[in-house]
Each structure stands twice: as structure tokens, then as C-alpha cells.
């Protein structure tokens, strides 16, 4: 997991959420500020596998671009979930103090640590 502190001035209220569309109801319980306010947005655009949650459909073209649809393509077997919001309240690693306005990456690393070099390298 990665937790990415925002600049409080500089991101506004939003929720934002690339997830595996199989798991959306158990991450439900880990992300309820996506449980809460998100709606679901359909797209064309990402792998099958996932599903885009935010309550500001403006932010699905500024944040998924052709170069990062590419790279969830490529990552789809490896990523848990991207998760960008104001309303962040634990952190990915247990009891840390993590900002309220985050973005939070979370990946199942490759069994084998030449995959885990190479995922590292495309991050």
C-alpha cells in the first residue's frame, strides 16, 4: 500500500475509486466514504476486472487518461484499488496517522521477485 498526502488547499471535496467490480461490496466495509457518497460510472475504457466509483464525474477524464488505462491494463492481475479522497479517517499500514485528503494504492505483489522488480519499475 502507498498513502499519498494531498495538499489540503489544493484538493477539494471528492471521492474517487478504481476497484475490482467483483469486490466492490467487501471494500464497501474498508471504504465507506465510496460506500456513502460514490456512484458507480460506467466505462468502456478500463479492463473488464474493474469499476470506477466518484461523486464528481468530472474527474474521470482528468484522472483516466489513455496513459494510466494503459498501465491498469498492464497491472489488472496486481492492483487492489486506487482510492483518492477527502475523507481518508486509518491507514493502509494499520494504526498510522494518514492525511484526511490522500490517494491510496494498494497492489498484491507477484509471487516471484522478478515480477515484484518489475512491477516496482512500472510504478
Known amino acids: 500500500s502507498m498513502d499519498i498526502p494531498m495538499n489540503h488547499a ?3 471535496p471528492f471521492v474517487f475509486a478504481v476497484l475490482p467490480a467483483s469486490e466492490v461490496f467487501d471494500l464497501a466495509k474498508k471504504l465507506p466514504d465510496v460506500a456513502v457518497f460514490a456512484r458507480p460510472v460506467p466505462l468502456e475504457l478500463l479492463p473488464r476486472r474493474f ?6 464525474s468530472e474527474l474521470v477524464t ?5 496513459d494510466v488505462v494503459h498501465l491498469l ?5 496486481y492492483l487492489e484499488y486506487i482510492h483518492v479522497s477527502d475523507q481518508h479517517t486509518k491507514s493502509g499500514f494499520g494504526p498510522n496517522y494518514v492525511p484526511a485528503k490522500s490517494v491510496r494504492l494498494r497492489f498484491r ?3 516471484h521477485s522478478s515480477q515484484r522488480s518489475a512491477l516496482c519499475l512500472r510504478l
Open 51 to 56: 469499476a470506477c466509483f466518484t461523486d464528481c
Open 62 to 66: 482528468a484522472l483516466l487518461t489513455p
Open 109 to 111: 505483489l507477484p509471487p
Open 73 to 77: 491494463a498492464e497491472l489488472e492481475h
Open 10 to 12: 489544493d484538493m477539494g
